[in-house]
């Protein structure tokens, strides 16, 4: 495929909020899916136990809420509210489970919410260690993942054992790779790898088949090394605090078209979540505990037992020279807003420019926002700094 049909195609997977690809693999492969929530899940157990896992991120500006704004507090942000919405419209009856991540109150909420109203569906909120010691995080974390397994082993009716692990964990480790072969191109040739197709991109991960992803985005990085695209006097900035509500795909458009250029991001973490591989194993449980425990990023969603806020942000900057970082985070999200002014405090520190702004998923006037940038990049353009 050329890059404009790859892309194409991601578009039409990024609108299909009614999951007819997952209803189609289903029927193809007489299985289950199991659904997830942001920012990440061990998607490897599912992968397992012959199920797909599949990526809920809400249902952005594609569906307008209706009966789930009478579910949760107008203080709070979008995500739950249209997740809802998906649900009480059988959009997610395909799924027959939903797995929910520690990440704020609202999310344990919702959970709460799904296991009332959808009694058939595997409803589980997964807790994550707040200890990082081996002997009690880890130990607490194995258990997690073992009961996990267990559950899916069950769901799917199948005996999942040491290879079935291993042989997913291997897939995933190749996946990883791949996307830190597609990151590293575009901080590299950020003209080649538009910010708006990455994203297009990496929103396909939520429902594709592991080996049907990774060969898509081999067909990517191999297509558009090849395409010829003007080089443009844009600035090159990180965008974080964009990890759970995702932005509407027009507003990461109107951040490029405002002269950035986006060379790194938490957007759709959860599939980079694991930073290199995690190790094949006689015990692959305790290997993904351990990958969790001592190899994954930084962000506001995950416990930070050593206090040093700003510093895996700073990292990201340095590494993808970039000359600006733009804060974007989801209206009314606790974590992302609470440690923004301890990142900034790092930034202010290390004299790296930033602006921020808060979005939510179904935002569709973007013309201030983009005004924002444009100035943000005018100022490094001609001062260096903002």
Same mark, same amino acid.
């Given at each position: ?27 193809? +492969? ?9 920012? /990440? ?12 896992? %599949? ?13 789930? $704004?009478? /579910?949760?507090?107008? /203080? ?33 909420? @919702? ?11 595997? %409803? ?14 880890? *130990?607490?974390?194995? +258990?997690? @993942? ?35 072969? @597609?990151? $590293?191109?575009?901080?590299? *040739?950020? +003209? ?82 694991? @930073? ?71 930034? *202010?520190?290390?004299?790296?420019? /930033? ?29 260096? $700094?903002?």
């Amino acid at each position: 495929m050329s890059v404009k049909q790859i892309i194409k195609k991601c578009e039409q997977l990024y609108n299909d909020i009614d999951l007819f690809y997952v209803q189609e693999w289903k029927e193809k +492969h007489k299985s289950r899916a199991i659904g997830f929530m942001p920012v /990440y899940v061990p998607r490897e157990l599912i992968h397992a136990a012959g199920m797909l896992p %599949v990526g809920i991120m809400g249902a952005g500006d594609l569906l307008e809420i209706i009966k789930g $704004d009478a /579910y949760f507090q107008s /203080y709070i942000c979008h995500i739950p509210r249209s997740t809802i919405e998906l649900g009480i419209s059988n959009r997610l009856d395909c799924l027959d489970g939903m797995l929910f991540p520690a990440i704020c109150d609202v999310i344990r909420n @919702l959970s709460g919410m799904f296991k009332l109203m959808f009694k058939d569906m595997y %409803v589980k909120y997964i807790d994550f260690p707040q200890n990082f010691l081996k002997t009690l995080g880890g *130990n607490f974390y194995q +258990h997690e @993942l073992r009961t996990m397994s267990d559950d899916f082993s069950q769901i799917n009716n199948v005996d999942v054992n040491r290879d079935d692990l291993n042989r997913s964990i291997k897939l995933y480790n190749e996946n990883r790779a791949v996307i830190k072969e @597609l990151y $590293d191109l575009r901080s590299q *040739n950020p +003209h080649l790898v538009p910010g708006s197709e990455l994203y297009l991109l990496m929103r396909a991960s939520n429902v594709l088949e592991i080996t049907e992803y990774t060969a898509l985005l081999r067909e990517y990085i191999s297509e558009t090394v090849c395409e010829k695209r003007p080089q443009r006097d844009n600035i090159r900035v990180v965008v974080t605090g964009v990890f759970c509500e995702q932005p509407p795909l027009a507003l990461i458009r109107a951040l490029e078209n405002s002269g950035c250029f986006i060379v790194d991001d938490d957007w759709m973490l959860g599939a980079r979540f694991i @930073l290199g591989d995690v190790a094949l194993s006689n015990d692959p449980i305790n290997a993904l505990a351990d990958a969790y425990l001592n190899h994954t990023v930084c962000t506001a969603s995950k416990y930070d037992q050593d206090g040093n806020k700003g510093a895996f942000l700073i990292e990201q900057v340095k590494k993808a020279k970039a000359e600006g970082v733009i804060f974007a985070a989801p209206s009314f999200c606790d974590p992302a807003l609470l440690e923004r002014p301890m990142q900034q405090k790092a930034l *202010n520190r290390e004299n790296i420019p /930033y602006t921020s702004f808060k979005y939510s998923e179904n935002t569709g006037q973007f013309q201030v926002i983009k005004e924002q940038t444009g100035t943000f990049a005018d100022s490094i353009k001609l001062w260096g $700094d903002s």
